[in-house]
């Protein structure tokens, strides 16, 4: 499920707060993202390992008869950044991920990922070389384990001053500043593709995320498929490189730990970018005469445009300078060398009979040689 699991927790976060606003019905609550990204859904108590649920229905609708009134999406790493990875039965997932917290007035409860439950340990050799152990069914991509985590103060409050209203404009110039147009983004397009809308396609078909989309074009939505886009041309871009197949590959080879760390960079605020949309897509409406491409950037990039421009002509300007004097010179070279030849042939000629008898025999041989091309 990993390769899919933006999808299914913002599947899961979009269907359960439409249930607690009541739009939904809790038979109508496996949103389709969550049904084609997962098969096995299990929720188990973190102190006793007991199974506590076993379908999404089952946890939204329990926790909305305890109290709870939204879910929201913040990154893994804002509340989560010190987790051990393993704790009793549990190994945990630690890297950075969209992560779903359910929340009311008094508490929130933090919908964690566990990697695997812990399993007894088996060899058929003392030589950890000869085995490296049995395939475990709980790597299967549509199995998926969690647990349910209560947030302490801090983290309350972490998560508080992250759910806030975006001005997405706004983040739309931080995002072109820092990743649209960074250096590593080797093709330089900074358009953006506006949609209403997100899919994910599986057996032949796409799956929206809305299932009864605004026509209005949203920005949060285009700029996921755009950070997409750039994920996936840095990967080929790598990949190729590493085959041999890639223009830049001198450049990436040269670069590879700070492209490296471009990406995690760029993973990081996706992830962000994601727990923003889920949040708070509805503010993120634009209408048709949105000006996809940054006006400051556009500015600054007519400005270093400008300068380029004024740098190249001075460039130019030296270099006429140059290619006139040198051609100038050259000129000089040939006359002196011209005319001293032509004062040795004089000199010769003037005192010397067999100089002048030598010229004209060349001079003949020559002549008869052209008639005879003719």
Request: aromatic fraction near 14%; glycine fraction near 2%.
């Amino acid at each position: 499920m990993q390769k899919n699991y933006w999808q299914f927790i913002l599947g899961l976060q979009h269907n359960s707060q439409l249930y607690f606003d009541a739009h939904l019905h809790h038979y109508n609550m496996h949103h389709n993202w969550c049904a084609v990204s997962n098969d096995v859904f299990l929720v188990r108590d973190l102190e006793t390992n007991e199974l506590v649920y076993d379908s999404i229905e089952h946890l939204v609708v329990d926790l909305h008869e305890q109290g709870i009134e939204r879910c929201q999406i913040i990154p893994f790493n804002h509340i989560f950044s010190d987790l051990p990875a393993n704790f009793k039965k549990f190994n945990f997932e630690t890297y950075n991920y969209p992560l779903a917290v359910f929340s009311n007035k008094h508490q929130s409860l933090a919908l964690v990922k566990i990697h695997s439950e812990k399993v007894k340990p088996f060899s058929t050799s003392p030589d950890p070389r000869e085995f490296s152990g049995f395939p475990s069914t709980q790597q299967y991509c549509g199995y998926s384990l969690f647990t349910l985590i209560k947030l302490d103060q801090k983290q309350q409050k972490t998560l508080d001053e992250f759910d806030q209203p975006q001005n997405w404009k706004n983040y739309y110039q931080e995002l072109s500043s820092d990743f649209l147009d960074h250096p590593f983004k080797f093709k330089k397009d900074l358009s953006l593709t506006l949609t209403n809308n997100l899919f994910i396609s599986a057996d032949s078909y796409e799956y929206p995320f809305l299932n009864s989309a605004s026509p209005d074009l949203n920005l949060a939505f285009s700029l996921v498929n755009k950070l997409i886009d750039l994920q996936d041309m840095l990967e080929n871009e790598i990949y190729m490189s590493i085959e041999g197949r890639s223009s830049d590959s001198a450049y990436i080879d040269r670069n590879y730990s700070q492209i490296h760390n471009f990406q995690n960079e760029l993973s990081d605020k996706f992830i962000e970018l994601i727990a923003y949309a889920a949040n708070d897509y509805q503010n993120a409406y634009v209408d048709q005469g949105f000006n996809s491409i940054s006006k400051n950037l556009l500015k600054n990039k007519s400005i270093e445009n400008d300068s380029n421009t004024d740098i190249e002509d001075l460039e130019n300007n030296e270099k006429e300078t140059m290619t006139t004097f040198a051609s100038t010179i050259y000129l000089i070279i040939f006359l002196a060398i011209a005319f001293g030849l032509l004062y040795g042939v004089f000199w010769l000629v003037s005192h010397y009979e067999f100089a002048k008898f030598i010229i004209i025999t060349i001079g003949v041989i020559i002549f008869l040689a052209i008639c005879s091309k003719k």
